[in-house]
């Protein structure tokens, strides 16, 4: 019989092929200062414990890493002698009258039926789909879909369709194909791409979703918090009323943690009682619940300019950025240099720098469309853009 020696060099040589091919992924010891992070590490000796402008961030409206808030938010709830978690499931004991509370504002603002909150955006996405459909169903999906919604479908069973990348010819094209060969069906998207950077017409997919009899789900990770006053792109476009079911997470622009799906009572009924990622999870902890609602109505759904400097901000950049290969037209800039090589040492060069900017690789993106992935957020000024775009045009 032979031993598991063996299966752990297989995971050796594995890890060292990844390495070899500058696919390796480790967790960095970084501490974060607001819009900056303190690097401590060794192969960055250039950088090894200064500061370092973030622009790898999802904190697009810097809400995490303000103190004011924060203190504000503080004081409030420990006051009130509320408690920091509840230690259980959400259908034995692990709720109170924040998550209701929370739940509701969510239902309200989405102008759907109920919301339901999940520990996770991965947790969202798993749960709705591997419970909402089966092996007789079919997902029609955007090629660029997040990891997460690929992983709920395959739990589900469901056959997976994808179509072109934003293209809705080649959505419709495979919906009459393939559509009536099974019971129920789901088109799939999200509104903002994470690492393109570009956005789904969501009107387009909702006539698509009417006409071939399917449910739309769109997954607001990304935009919830900044687009269409805050709501997300779905409010931009004037299309909440004609999705389905809506996810987004706190843990993006709301600063916080956690997720949540919108959607008409039968569907999130549906959810409670057949979603496994909700049904055998611990809750997640109050205080972070309260954090999402305190964010959400003090500083989300207030005129307060923090998405009118971010879109300024963008828009900047990407002028000064024209002449490059940059994706999307979003606040996050892909940069795409292609090999996985260059993307690692222009990341770097970069760090060496003083800007904290991540190479995203294979197999996050396709093959040969590796990419530097700048994330903004209306903590920087317009003075950190120009410095960052002085270091990039060196090295691209």
Do not use: W
Request: glycine letters at 6%; proline letters at 2%; one cysteine or more.
């Amino acid at each position: 019989m032979k031993n598991s020696g063996n299966c752990l060099e297989f995971y050796s040589e594995t890890l060292e092929a990844l390495k070899k091919n500058s696919s390796f992924r480790q967790i960095k010891n970084i501490v974060q200062d607001g819009k900056y992070i303190i690097l401590n590490e060794s192969q960055n000796s250039a950088a090894a414990s200064g500061k370092l402008l973030n622009f790898s961030s999802n904190d697009y409206l810097g809400i995490s890493s303000d103190k004011s808030l924060r203190d504000t938010f503080l004081k409030e709830y420990l006051s009130s002698g509320n408690k920091i978690s509840t230690p259980s499931a959400r259908l034995l004991c692990g709720t109170d009258s924040i998550y209701k509370e929370l739940e509701d504002f969510l239902a309200k603002i989405f102008n759907k039926e109920k919301a339901l909150i999940f520990n996770s955006g991965y947790h969202g996405n798993v749960g709705v789909y591997s419970s909402l459909i089966n092996s007789d169903d079919v997902v029609f999906l955007d090629k660029l879909n997040h990891a997460s919604i690929i992983d709920g479908v395959r739990l589900s069973k469901a056959q997976i369709i994808p179509y072109k990348h934003l293209d809705y010819d080649d959505l419709r094209s495979k919906l009459t194909k393939y559509r009536k060969n099974y019971k129920k069906a789901i088109i799939s998207s999200e509104s903002l791409f994470s690492m393109d950077g570009d956005i789904a017409d969501i009107n387009k997919l909702a006539d698509l979703k009417e006409e071939f009899n399917t449910l739309l789900i769109i997954d607001e990770a990304h935009s919830f918090g900044v687009y269409g006053d805050g709501i997300g792109i779905c409010k931009e476009q004037n299309a909440l009323h004609r999705v389905d079911l809506i996810l987004a997470t706190f843990g993006k622009a709301i600063g916080s943690y956690g997720a949540f799906v919108a959607g008409s009572e039968v569907l999130i009924n549906y959810l409670v009682n057949f979603a496994r990622s909700f049904i055998f999870s611990t809750t997640l902890p109050e205080i972070s619940v309260a954090f999402s609602l305190f964010a959400l109505r003090e500083q989300i759904l207030k005129d307060n300019g923090l998405q009118k400097k971010l879109f300024s901000l963008n828009r900047y950049l990407r002028n000064k950025l024209k002449d490059y290969n940059i994706l999307g037209e979003s606040y996050i800039l892909p940069v795409v240099l292609g090999e996985n090589e260059r993307a690692v040492q222009c990341s770097n060069k970069l760090i060496e720098n003083g800007f904290y900017v991540l190479p995203i690789r294979y197999p996050t993106v396709a093959k040969n469309t590796a990419r530097l992935r700048i994330s903004l957020n209306s903590g920087m000024d317009f003075d950190d853009a120009d410095m960052l775009f002085e270091c990039l045009k060196t090295l691209i």
